[in-house]
Nanobody, 119 residues
C-alpha cells in the first residue's frame, strides 16, 4: 500500500485544516488507518485511528475528527481549534491491528505533511 498525505500548511492559532491521505496499491477498506505526528526533537505520537470505530489521543479529543471514504481510498483528519503545540509533521499509516495506537503496529506509512500553527 502506498500512502500520500497532503493538506498541511501554516495557520494561525484557532484555525482549521483538513489533512488527506490518498491510498493506492491495496484494498483500502481492509486496513485500519491512523494519524500520527512528530514535532522536532520528539517521538512520533498517536493522534487518531479508525477501523469500524474511531480512537483519539486525549490531547486532540473534541478538536480533531478522523474519517475515511473507502470509495475514494482516502483518509481524512479534520483539525479544528489549532494550537501552537499541534505544530508537527503529520503522518498517515495503514495496518491490520484494530485500534492500534503505537507506530510499530502499523505496516505502511505516508511521507508526512507539515502543520505549523502560529500564535
Amino acid at each position: 500500500v502506498q500512502l500520500q498525505a497532503s493538506g498541511g500548511g501554516l495557520v494561525q492559532a484557532g484555525g482549521s485544516l483538513r489533512l488527506s491521505c490518498a491510498a493506492s496499491g491495496g484494498t483500502f477498506s481492509y486496513y485500519s488507518m491512523g494519524w500520527f505526528r512528530q514535532a522536532p526533537g520528539k517521538e512520533r505520537e498517536f493522534v487518531a485511528a479508525i477501523d469500524l470505530r474511531t480512537y483519539y489521543a486525549e490531547s486532540v479529543k473534541g478538536r480533531f475528527t478522523i474519517s475515511r471514504d473507502n470509495a475514494k481510498n482516502t483518509l481524512y483528519l479534520q483539525i479544528n481549534s489549532l494550537k501552537p503545540e499541534d505544530t508537527a509533521v503529520y503522518y498517515c499509516a495503514a495496518g491490520t491491528i484494530t485500534g492500534a495506537r503505537y507506530p510499530t503496529q502499523y505496516d505502511y506509512w505516508g511521507q508526512g505533511t507539515q502543520v505549523t500553527v502560529s500564535s
